[in-house]
């Protein structure tokens, strides 16, 4: 067998193990309960258990872990030993179903959003039959959701499962008005594709900044950053590809489909993509691949940077969600096949979309927010913070004529003609792609491209699981009654078109006059965190989830809690990093240098040499009114940051720090970036972006 077959899924207790190792009506009945969301019997879970465990201690695995996603962002674990004492002295190798069904991690130190008490602190962990467990480091890791002693979840795996649920039972009222009556589930489908910064760790481990915030608060623009496009595509560098080997490595063995690689468009930027798989299998596996990155990168002496803007002068990094809904048959529904002017299904699903993201376009603005990603949408290297719907000329032209009536003529295709006779000619698609554009339709699937690269896809699909399964709703209500189908699925896409065309744009995104297009349309545009967080709990919102069973308000209100109170704690670690940095490097590194440069030229004067050195003269001089700026600059932000941490309610907390705290760090890192520049290099205490960009040469 080819080593890579081998190798792939050899640490994942995945669905050809549980047949080899489940007595047959276990499996089956497992099965079930995955593919049709029936309840798991303790029998089976007893069972599964003592498969699973053998399979691990097989493995090397020593430990078991309930592995879960609390508010945080990143994964949580807490690793018991299969271990079990007798009473000779001796031990056993123990696991229960109800040790694999049900973990207790205390609840009182992750982020509630005021859900909950800091002194209750009972929380449990339940296992996720739908996502396979995996061992890790020796330990038994199984998926699991997270909730409350009271059940207020906890978690974003909860809310997820509970919006694949909803489309799942809207898409089928749809299709079965279409006599799809085989297809028994309609499963959302991910692909996401991950950037990453890569740089040598002993550049990383001298700057503070890098360390304690994940960014660059100073540096100043490199010599060469990404002007040539040199970097894009372009060849691995060894030590790069020795990592991106080893990681493959690692993903395969867990189960993880890590299919593309490449060089992305800033130097020392890379980008990593897998195949599609379901939406919550796919969180899973862009949570344990951020992990192992970093992992592996530890290996080969690099540290993998996730931030969305870890170096200011050259682009940042996200994250491309391309979203799509599939039957258990096999069919796309957002495939428009040969003749999509007369795909039916494929307008309706089509139409649901676009309704969707212009009546929620707040809430997926929403799901992408975050301290890290408002440093991209709108810095033309990502969407803007505007969402718009992509959809090309050809589908355009079709629903222009479903809302005008008018019978589509189709465009023949082209072919793209290479002029070199060696060359064959192929076929032309019948869109071109917009790498502005936030929410694009790409063929098959949506690509939603406004997520930051740390942020978890789990918020951003719950939104469009929702907010889709939503729309369904209302259009299954007004098919299902009508009297004459094809007449009331006619009326209805037309109308759709008509009432939400407003969304659809296909042209620069990153042009100005889109702006100004796109405020004549009513559309949203929050350009911060500060500014989108606080319609989480618009009354529409609440109704949203309440009436699609998501979220209650409480639930809501807390997420919203969590999203400002990250944004404020990230903000108010960095502007305590800059002074520090300020004060105890920075200033002294300047004052030191004039104080050289000052000696220098006294002794020159006393000797006669420098009575006419302008160019000393005139250095000294702006080093002196650029140090005695920087150290009004840090006054300033000093004095700000201490109101600002004294600020009362996270929503004010946020505008403040909107308003003044990011304003003078903005202003203290410009004058910092200006002495860069002027300052010896002996001197100067950071390494500078060209050290960091270029670090990893071989």
């Given at each position: 067998m080819n080593r890579i077959t081998e190798l792939f899924g050899s640490m994942s207790f995945n669905d050809a193990v549980m047949r080899e190792r489940l007595p047959k009506e276990i499996y089956e009945s497992l099965r079930k309960t995955i593919d049709e969301g029936l309840d798991l019997d303790l029998t089976v879970a007893n069972a599964v258990a003592e498969a699973m465990k053998d399979w691990a201690i097989e493995k090397g695995a020593t430990h078991y872990t309930h592995w879960f996603q609390p508010m945080t962002g990143v994964t949580a674990e807490k690793h018991d030993s299969f271990l079990a004492p007798q009473g000779d002295g001796n031990v056993i190798m123990e696991f229960s179903g109800k040790e694999l069904i049900k973990g207790e991690p205390d609840a009182s130190s992750f982020p509630s959003g005021g859900l909950r008490a800091t002194f209750e602190a009972r929380g449990y962990t339940t296992w996720d039959p739908t996502s396979y467990a995996f061992i890790k480091d020796d330990s038994l890791c199984i998926p699991t959701v997270f909730c409350s002693y009271s059940g207020q979840v906890l978690d974003k795996k909860t809310p997820l499962l509970r919006s694949m649920e909803r489309i799942n039972e809207q898409a089928l009222r749809i299709l079965r008005l279409f006599g799809m009556n085989d297809v028994t589930h309609v499963a959302s489908t991910v692909g996401a594709e991950q950037e990453y910064f890569l740089i040598d760790k002993d550049v990383y481990n001298k700057r503070k900044d890098l360390i304690l915030t994940g960014r660059t608060l100073f540096g100043n623009k490199p010599p060469k950053g990404q002007e040539l496009d040199d970097h894009y595509f372009g060849a691995i560098k060894p030590r790069v590809m020795a990592f991106m080997k080893e990681l493959n490595e690692e993903l395969w063995k867990v189960g993880i489909y890590a299919k593309t690689e490449h060089n992305e468009a800033a130097p020392a930027q890379h980008e990593l993509a897998p195949v599609f798989t379901t939406t919550n299998i796919a969180t899973d596996h862009n949570q344990l691949t951020m992990e192992i990155m970093k992992r592996v990168a530890q290996k080969h002496h690099m540290v993998c940077l996730l931030h969305e803007k870890p170096f200011k002068c050259v682009n940042g990094s996200g994250k491309h969600n391309n979203w799509s809904l599939s039957t258990n048959t096999g069919v796309n529904l957002f495939h428009p096949g040969k003749r999509p002017a007369e795909n039916k299904l494929f307008l309706l699903f089509l139409c649901a979309v676009l309704k969707a993201v212009d009546e929620h376009q707040d809430l997926l603005r929403i799901s992408v927010a975050s301290a890290g990603n408002d440093h991209r949408l709108g810095?033309?290297?990502?969407?803007?913070?505007?969402?718009?719907?992509?959809?090309?000329?050809?589908?355009?032209?079709?629903?222009?004529?479903?809302?005008?009536?008018?019978?589509?003529?189709?465009?023949?295709?082209?072919?793209?003609?290479?002029?070199?006779?060696?060359?064959?000619?192929?076929?032309?698609?019948?869109?071109?792609?917009?790498?502005?554009?936030?929410?694009?339709?790409?063929?098959?699937?949506?690509?939603?491209?406004?997520?930051?690269?740390?942020?978890?896809?789990?918020?951003?699909?719950?939104?469009?699981?929702?907010?889709?399964?939503?729309?369904?709703?209302?259009?299954?209500d007004k098919l299902e009654g009508a009297s004459d189908f094809d007449s009331a699925l006619s009326d209805l896409l037309r109308t759709t078109v008509h009432d939400h065309k407003r969304i659809i744009f296909n042209g620069n995104n990153y042009s100005r006059e889109w702006i100004e297009l796109a405020a004549q349309r009513g559309l949203v545009n929050w350009p911060t965190t500060a500014d989108a967080a606080p319609h989480y709990t618009d009354p529409k919102n609440v109704a949203l989830f309440e009436r699609q069973k998501i979220f209650t308000?409480?639930?809501?209100?807390?997420?919203?809690?969590?999203?400002?109170?990250?944004?404020?704690?990230?903000?108010?670690?960095?502007?305590?990093?800059?002074?520090?940095?300020?004060?105890?490097?920075?200033?002294?590194?300047?004052?030191?240098?004039?104080?050289?440069l000052s000696e220098l030229m006294m002794w020159k004067v006393q000797t006669g040499i420098g009575s006419k050195d302008k160019a000393a003269t005139g250095l000294i001089k702006q080093l002196t009114e650029l140090g005695n700026e920087l150290a009004q600059n840090i006054a300033a932000l000093d004095e700000i940051y201490h109101a600002f941490s004294a600020t009362c309610g996270n929503m004010q907390k946020a505008a403040y720090c909107r308003d003044k705290l990011i304003p003078a760090m903005d202003e203290l890192r410009t004058t910092a970036d200006a002495l860069e520049e002027i300052v010896d290099a002996r001197h100067w205490p950071l390494p500078t972006y060209t050290d960091l960009l270029f670090s990893v040469d071989s």
């Open positions: 810095a033309n290297e990502a969407p803007p913070a505007i969402v718009s719907v992509y959809l090309g000329q050809q589908l355009t032209e079709i629903l222009d004529s479903l809302e005008n009536g008018s019978d589509y003529v189709a465009t023949k295709t082209a072919k793209v003609e290479t002029g070199v006779h060696v060359l064959a000619d192929f076929k032309k698609d019948t869109a071109d792609r917009n790498r502005t554009s936030p929410f694009a339709f790409t063929g098959n699937k949506f690509e939603f491209r406004m997520l930051g690269s740390t942020l978890s896809i789990a918020g951003p699909n719950i939104i469009l699981n929702t907010i889709t399964a939503d729309v369904l709703s209302e259009f299954a308000k409480a639930e809501l209100e807390s997420r919203q809690d969590i999203l400002l109170e990250h944004y404020n704690n990230v903000y108010s670690i960095e502007a305590a990093t800059m002074l520090e940095m300020a004060h105890r490097d920075i200033l002294p590194a300047v004052f030191a240098y004039n104080r050289e």
